[in-house]
Nanobody, 124 residues
């Protein structure tokens, strides 16, 4: 398994941007598909976006498509989530997750490793 540490969360006004980073330990990072999930208070954890072994294989939730971009840097064991045009409903704790293999999964129960989460707050 990989250990994951997120960073980059914070508070921003609606319409603003943030970039989240997730640093992974280990020398096998490139063999994991990576995903970003989020959980708002009182709601279930939901899929936001995922990337396979390379940046040519990505998948997004409909709610963020066209606003968020996921990418990975295998040389530096890092995955990013660039969030533009943020809305108050994007407010949540954002988690980075990993699963060995090339397939991007949208179900949180299928992910192998999780970070501790980073808070994103969008004010109107």
């Amino acid at each position: 398994q990989v250990q994951l540490v997120e960073s980059g969360g914070g508070s921003v006004q609606a319409g603003g941007s943030l970039r989240l980073s997730c640093a992974a330990s280990g020398r096998t990072f490139s063999s994991y598909a990576m995903g970003w999930f989020r959980q708002a208070p009182g709601k279930e954890r939901e899929f936001v976006g995922g990337v396979g072994w390379n940046n040519g294989n990505t998948r997004y939730a409909d709610s963020v498509k066209g606003r968020f971009t996921i990418s990975r840097d295998n040389a530096n064991n890092t995955v990013y989530l660039k969030m533009n045009s943020l809305k108050p409903e994007d407010t949540a704790v954002y988690y980075c997750a990993a699963r060995r293999g090339p397939v991007v999964y949208i179900s949180s129960s299928l992910m192998d490793s999780w970070g501790q989460g980073t808070q994103v707050t969008v004010s109107s």
